[in-house]
Each structure stands twice: as structure tokens, then as C-alpha cells.
């Protein structure tokens, strides 16, 4: 009997930053093969980068991105700290945790409310969704402007940060400054808290798997800027060594770069990651908030990332050089962010002393 065939071919996928399209073949009523091709064009970064100076790598890759240029900062810092062993003081390390806490909130306000939620709730975007859902736009609109705020405050300005340095920061902080509007970040914090059982109450569809997560740890809080890369079956490992058990390879459909583990194959990175590996580091509070609506401590439905999502402390999570096989735009081989960068010798790292920065009565978290 002759196979049946089918194919299932989106040309442009609406809402996903990185210009994609989706090719699906079917073969007896069974999926035979899926293609994301990523179609936005290499940047090469990596080139723009040779031949310039240690501490420009923070400013330069923040380009990589408009939105979530923190992640890529924050990658290109460590690795330059690391290259000259250097550890950024505790205060230069709880901004920097504060930086990228409100690059997530914002971030994810826009990706949750404003790109994804429309698809779940059946509308073809946020401006008719809001005809029906005033306060959850209302909302979304809030906490992204105090995460805009947050990252203004901290890294002198929303977009492309200017204050991250090598061993430190820029500027002084006077405490004036340093203080985002309490009744801003308490209203935010209420509304995100509902968002909690909304997006858990979404309808999403039964489709499980058996998912290798991967995603930093902290030995003391939950992992966002630093931490071990670890997985759900073993794997623990120091960022630098990334190279060494992880491969990434070009493929003929696509522009961006597939990643695998070694002899291991696919896996997954992203909110359900970070929530699986990182639940118990979750404040008390947290933990008792997400069992509320009956989220697992380990989700496996790649839908519930939204939900999974708005349940941390934050929003999004993102690798340290932003490279995963689910990211929505090209990686690189060679970023500055190399998880393959390693020290040339096991002198101790020294603590970075010449940057000072006054923080007033801000409380850092």
C-alpha cells in the first residue's frame, strides 16, 4: 500500500523574535519529520569582537538583542572576570542579580501577556485582546514598565545598559536614585501573583516528554546569573566546560546553530528547566504560591512555560550565553561568552576593590 503523505508548511511565525518558519511532514497520519527554520541572517558577532578591547565585549554583545541584551552582558562579563580571575564584590554581584531580575520582569510581561496569551485566549493580538482583558493588559503594561524602571535604575538605562563593567559597574548610585516606586513593585507583585492561576488555568494541550532539563544552579539561591550547569540526569558541570560535553552543529535548514549533549542528544532549557532543577530554592512563599493552582514541582508540557515562568521570582530564564536548542535567534560558536574559556592557571581568583557603588536604603534580593 502506498505510504500516505502530508505536509504542513508555515511560512512566517507570527510573534516569535528571530523571523521564523515551520515545516511538518506526516507519513500514515504520524509526524515523519519537524523543521524549524530560523531564517534570520548570522550577525557574526564574534567578528565584530577580534581585535577589540576586553571591556568593550559587554557593550557589543548587548547588541545581540534589544530585548534581553542583560543576558548577554552579564555572559561576556563573567567571562572576562574569569579569564583574569577576578570576583566582582558582593554589592557589584547583588546589582548585577537585580539588573537581570528586571530585564526578566519586562521581558517576560511583553512575551507572556503580549505574544503569547493572545494565541491561548484566541485573539489575533494584544490590542483585541484588551477589548475583553483590560486589566491583564493593563497589567502586563505595568509590570514592564517597572521592569524597564528596575533596569534604568541599576544599569543606566532600559535599553542596552551602560553601567557594566569588567570587576564592577560604572557611575555612583545615590540613594534617591536607587529607589523604585514601592507602590509600582507592590502592585506588580499583586498582579503577578494572580497571573500565577490564569496562565495555570490556560488550556493547553496533553503533550508530554521525557525532557533532559539543563539550566544553571546556585548552591544558595535560585540560579539566574551564576551557578553550575546541571540536568535532571546528572549532568554537573562548571560553565567553562561547556565545550567539553556539549556540541553544536550547523544544519541545512536553518541558520541557527543546533545544540545537543554529547552521545546524549536534544535537550531542554528555559522556564520549565529552571523551575524543575531550581524549585527548591524557591522562597517558602513561592513554593506554597505555585502549588496553589496545581503546578508540578517538575513540569514536562512545554506549554506550561508560561505558567512556570511567572512562578519565580522573576520571568525568563536564559542560559549564560543565551545559546540553547530552543532559543529564538542564532547562537554562536565563539561568543565571547565561551562556555569552553578556561583560566590559564588555578591561581585564586582576587576580588575586584576599585569600583564602589552607594546603594541607600535600596534592599537588593
Not at 520571568?315 to 565563539?334: E, F, V
Request: glycine share 8%; charged share 25%.
Amino acid at each position: 500500500m502506498t505510504p500516505r503523505t502530508r505536509s504542513i508548511t508555515v511560512d512566517y511565525l507570527a510573534r516569535v523574535e528571530g523571523e521564523g518558519g515551520l515545516a511538518i511532514s506526516l507519513k500514515n497520519g504520524a509526524v515523519s519529520s519537524v523543521k524549524l527554520n530560523i531564517f534570520e541572517p548570522p550577525r557574526f558577532f564574534e567578528a565584530f569582537l577580534r581585535g577589540r578591547a576586553y571591556d568593550e565585549a559587554p557593550d557589543i554583545t548587548a547588541r545581540i538583542c534589544g530585548i534581553c541584551p542583560v543576558a548577554y552582558q552579564m555572559s561576556a562579563v563573567s567571562a572576562m572576570e574569569d579569564a583574569f580571575h577576578l570576583e566582582p564584590s558582593p554589592g557589584i554581584r547583588a546589582l548585577r542579580r537585580l539588573l537581570y531580575c528586571g530585564e526578566w520582569i519586562e521581558s517576560h510581561a511583553l512575551h507572556v501577556f503580549m505574544l503569547h496569551a493572545p494565541d491561548f485566549l484566541g485573539y489575533q493580538d494584544a490590542i483585541r485582546m484588551a477589548a475583553d482583558h483590560a486589566d491583564l493588559v493593563k497589567g502586563a503594561l505595568r509590570a514592564k514598565k517597572l521592569g524597564n524602571e528596575v533596569m534604568r535604575v541599576v544599569g543606566g538605562r532600559e535599553v542596552h545598559p551602560i553601567n557594566v563593567r569588567v570587576g564592577g559597574s560604572t557611575g555612583r548610585r545615590r540613594a534617591p536614585r536607587s529607589r523604585v516606586s514601592s507602590a509600582s513593585s507592590s502592585g506588580t507583585r499583586d498582579f503577578m501573583r494572580q497571573a500565577v492561576t490564569l496562565t495555570a488555568a490556560l488550556p493547553c494541550p496533553q503533550f508530554e516528554q521525557d525532557y533532559e532539563f539543563v539550566a544553571l544552579r546556585h548552591p544558595e539561591r535560585y540560579a539566574i546569573e551564576e551557578g553550575r550547569l546541571v540536568s535532571n540526569r546528572g549532568l554537573d558541570i562548571a560553565v567553562r566546560d561547556y565545550l567539553q560535553w556539549f556540541t553544536e552543529e550547523h544544519v541545512q535548514h536553518s541558520n541557527a546553530l543546533h545544540s545537543t549533549i554529547k552521545g546524549r542528544g536534544a535537550y531542554h532549557v528555559g522556564p520549565l528547566a529552571r523551575y524543575a532543577l531550581n524549585f527548591d530554592r524557591l522562597p517558602a512563599h513561592l513554593q506554597a504560591l505555585a502549588g496553589r493552582p496545581g503546578l508540578a514541582r517538575s513540569a514536562s508540557t512545554p506549554s506550561r512555560a508560561s505558567s512556570s515562568g511567572v512562578s519565580r521570582p522573576c520571568t525568563r530564564a536564559k542560559k549564560r550565553c543565551g545559546s540553547s536548542p530552543t532559543t529564538r535567534r542564532p547562537t554562536h560558536r565563539r561568543c565571547p561568552c565561551s562556555h569552553g574559556r578556561r583560566r590559564a592557571t588555578a591561581a585564586p581568583r582576587r576580588r575586584a576593590e576599585s569600583f564602589t557603588i552607594a546603594t541607600g536604603s535600596t534592599t537588593l534580593v
